[in-house]
């Protein structure tokens, strides 16, 4: 299999094959399911193919995720979650379809306006008895029509005392490749735990990334921000970035990290603003790896005191 094609960010794919990283099945699956761009029947043949050609191995309960005796069982069980949820996405039955696209905040291309500020996702305003017609109206009405993604969505018809509305949500990329499916209250009683496994893994992948580095997290905004550290960073690796002996931080680093993959997990960036200044980044129990897309671009800066030089050009590119 080649991992690398489902690692979004280009750097980090290059610096692992550098090193010659050897991930274990976890990690596999976990970078699989991570990926942005990989369709969902690329995904369901990697997966089973970590099951054919991988050793089976367990994972510990974590405090966001339950134990996984067999992850080989667990992959093939949420590979049938999957795909039962995508039958029942297309299934005639009392609910209503919408779909939307995935485009910058202010630019529609439907209308011809150039702006564009974050990305948003924008109704397309009709409604469908079902999922062949949504789909054929798309294709109908917008067949060259730019866009990032467009996510479909099925609304079951609930009664006055159903409280939990019944969804299921589909994404697509501009190929109209399934990347994903999702779901509000179609899982049954033993699913949502597995379901939602992945989001409480944990992982600490190496990359080339150091303190300073300009750098896009392309999972959550399009706005460049400077490296700080990274939430994997223990306390030899912060010294290595220029964090002085004393530093509080680097003190409680290596028990940080215990209590991340324990479950607990605090991400810290530190963005550009307009001055320059600091501008911390809130805090989430849950922790995902930090995936950065975006060529490094260095500069010479101090930072804690310590003046830090940063090689290579002042260029970047946007990937």
């Known amino acids: ?6 690692i979004d960010s280009v750097d980090i794919r290059n610096y692992l094959q550098e090193i010659h990283y050897e991930f274990t099945a976890p990690e596999t699956a976990f970078l699989i399911y991570r990926s942005r761009r990989a369709a969902i029947h690329e995904k369901f043949s990697a997966w089973q193919e970590i099951i054919d050609t991988m050793p089976d191995c367990s994972m510990e309960e974590r405090l966001n995720m339950e134990a996984i ?51 948003e996702w924008v109704e397309e305003g009709n409604y469908f008895q079902d999922f062949q017609t949504a789909l054929s109206h798309l294709r109908k009405n917008y ?14 018809f609930s009664g006055a005392d159903d409280s939990d509305q019944k969804k299921l949500f589909l994404e697509m990329n501009p190929d109209l490749e399934i990347l994903s499916i999702n779901e509000q209250g179609a899982l049954k009683d033993s699913q949502p735990d597995l379901f939602v496994a992945f989001e409480g893994m944990w992982f600490s992948f190496p990359t080339p990334f150091r303190r300073g580095d300009i750098l896009i997290n392309r999972a959550t905004e399009n706005k460049p921000f400077v490296l700080e550290d990274i939430s994997t960073w223990g306390s030899e690796e912060m010294l ?23 479950g607990f997990g605090c991400s810290r960036q530190l963005s550009l603003s ?22 490094t671009m260095r500069k010479k800066q101090k930072m804690a005191g310590t003046a830090l030089y940063r090689r290579g050009k002042e260029t970047g590119r946007i990937l």
């Open 143 to 156: 067949p060259e029509e730019p866009f990032e993604k467009v996510r479909f969505t099925k609304q079951f």
């Open 240 to 262: 290595k970035n220029g964090y002085p002996q004393d530093n509080g931080r680097v003190k409680n680093a290596d028990r940080t990290i215990e209590r991340r993959a324990e």
């Open 69 to 119: 005796p067999s992850f080989h069982r667990f992959l093939a069980e949420y590979i049938a979650i999957l795909k039962d949820l995508l039958e029942q996405f297309s299934r005639q039955e009392d609910a209503v379809y919408t779909y939307a696209f995935y485009e910058k905040e202010g630019r529609c291309f439907r209308s011809g306006s150039k702006a564009g500020g974050e990305f």
């Open 274 to 295: 307009g001055k320059g200044k600091e501008n911390r980044r809130g805090i989430t129990l849950q922790y995902r790896p930090l995936l950065f897309h975006g060529r």
């Open 1 to 6: 299999m080649n991992i690398y094609q489902f």
